[in-house]
């Protein structure tokens, strides 16, 4: 499992938007969105630049990847 830092985040559409735009990056799964720890974790692999550019796009701002 995969976790990636996410700022910006203060509600249930948040975590909707953010699981959704995850959701739809190729190779990954099982997107889970924690709004009090301020993360999103998920399976499988995609590039770096493809997972930040996803939460980016919608408004977020994309962190570390661990």
Known sequence: MTTLKV???HCPKC???VTKALSEVPGLSN???NLEKGEAT???EA???AIKDAVD???FIPGAIS
């Open 57 to 59: 796009k919608i408004g």
């Open 15 to 17: 975590v909707a938007s």
């Open 7 to 9: 700022e910006g985040m």
């Open 47 to 49: 590039p770096a630049d």
């Open 31 to 33: 997107v889970s969105v």
């Open 42 to 44: 998920f399976d499988g």
